[in-house]
């Protein structure tokens, strides 16, 4: 059932939101060559713990981590371990907070020093596609013209949306409905509502769209192993239109070079 949102609910999420996007924040800009993708875990739970908030992550599902770090083909759901960053990786922090009893989840993308061009463009091109959905999104709105806005930016390029993993609405739970994903036809699915606060999140690949998980059950991969990214916002429905719950002070932007 889409669940409708408080005034109360939202300004919780909106603090969590702001919260955030501060430990993301933080945690693109540490990133480095040779630094472990666990250090990042831990510091996110230091973060979290300096916020007094508590990981959406952690124990969901049995996932052991505070946070998601995958690298390059690695989709989505990397955990974070002993493999260490490289020169020319991109790495995507996936983090979820629950701030008085309401989640909030965001994703940046961070491009790890000499990153090839064209790789370069591909992520931008992600990033493009979220914001092209902050174009149109607003109340009568289905989800369906999003994930039409998303596919359509990334396919004129030759990327490939993924079709396993969506965005999804959040709130008093990590996954609500509606589903949002990101591929789809104009006029379909479910109407957008004031009220309601969905995570919209491209997860995009630079091949084709097949991927396949490791056996550590989580870490999605391309079947083809070309590069992957993503980039997720938490994004109120308001009478009017929307509002980005999760941007970093006046920016939406989710992509850091390092």
Known sequence: MIQIKTPREIA????????????????AISAHVGMATEELDIKSQALMSKYDVAPSFKGYRGY??????????????????????DDGDIIKIDCGIIHKGMHTDSCVAVMIGNVKPEIREFVN???????????IIKPGVRVGDIGHEIQKCV?????????????????????????????????????????????????????????YTLKDDWTAVTRDSSPSCQVEHT????????????????????????
Do not use: W
């Open 12 to 27: 919780a999420m909106r603090e969590g939101g702001k919260i955030l996007a501060e430990i993301l924040h933080e945690l």
């Open 155 to 211: 396919e004129s390029r030759g990327y490939s949306a993924v079709h396993e993993y969506t965005g999804h609405g959040v709130g008093k739970n990590l996954h609500e409905e509606p589903e949002i994903p990101n591929h789809g036809k104009k006029g379909k699915g479910p109407i957008l509502l004031p009220g309601m606060v969905i995570a919209v999140e491209p997860i995009i690949a630079m091949g084709n769209r097949f991927v």
């Open 64 to 85: 052991p981590a505070s946070v998601c770090v995958s690298i390059n083909e690695e989709v989505v759901h990397g955990i974070p371990g002993k493999r260490t960053l």
């Open 125 to 135: 091109t992600v990033a493009k596609s979220l914001e092209n959905v902050f174009k």
């Open 235 to 258: 994004i109120a429905i308001t009478s009017s239109g929307y509002e980005v719950l999760t941007k970093y002070h006046d920016t939406t932007n989710l992509v850091y070079s390092q």
